[in-house]
């Protein structure tokens, strides 16, 4: 009886826990998980074979790109940053596939209603193209 009595308010406890919860700290963590970019297993893999690795600053430019391209309403895009191009799909916020500066050479894009290239300083150069 003892191990029950204990047992029970155990879980009683847990079960505060999760109704003790702020409302708005929920929905950010909901917001936050939105806002993140994805990626697909063929991006990840494309990325590992041809060795491509994003340091924080160019998520943060990616991130950029995103929400530039989403303000323009452009819903599959190319965003090119520096010797790196993603294909994403701005609604799912995924990044597709990438490319590296070799592939770059002599490639044709289908598939895009958009393209976004980003440079290093965000605030004064950005370039924009819907199609």
Not at 58 to 76: Q, S
Not at 109 to 130: H, K, M, Q, Y
Request: hydrophobic share 35%.
């Amino acid at each position: 009886l003892e191990n029950q009595i204990i047992n029970s308010s155990q879980k009683n406890i847990k079960n505060k826990n999760i109704y003790n919860k702020n409302f708005e700290e929920v929905l950010q963590q909901i917001k936050n998980k939105d806002e993140e970019i994805k990626f697909s297993k063929h991006a990840l893999d494309r990325m590992d074979n041809r060795e491509i690795s994003l340091s924080y600053d160019e998520m943060d430019r990616l991130k950029y790109g995103f929400d530039k391209a989403k303000e323009k309403g452009v819903k599959d895009a190319l965003i090119l940053m520096g010797d790196k191009a993603f294909i994403a799909s701005i609604k799912n916020k995924t990044i597709i596939t990438t490319v590296n500066q070799e592939q770059l050479k002599d490639n044709v894009f289908t598939n895009i209603d958009g393209a976004v290239i980003v440079w290093p300083d965000l605030d004064r150069r950005l370039c924009i193209s819907e199609w």
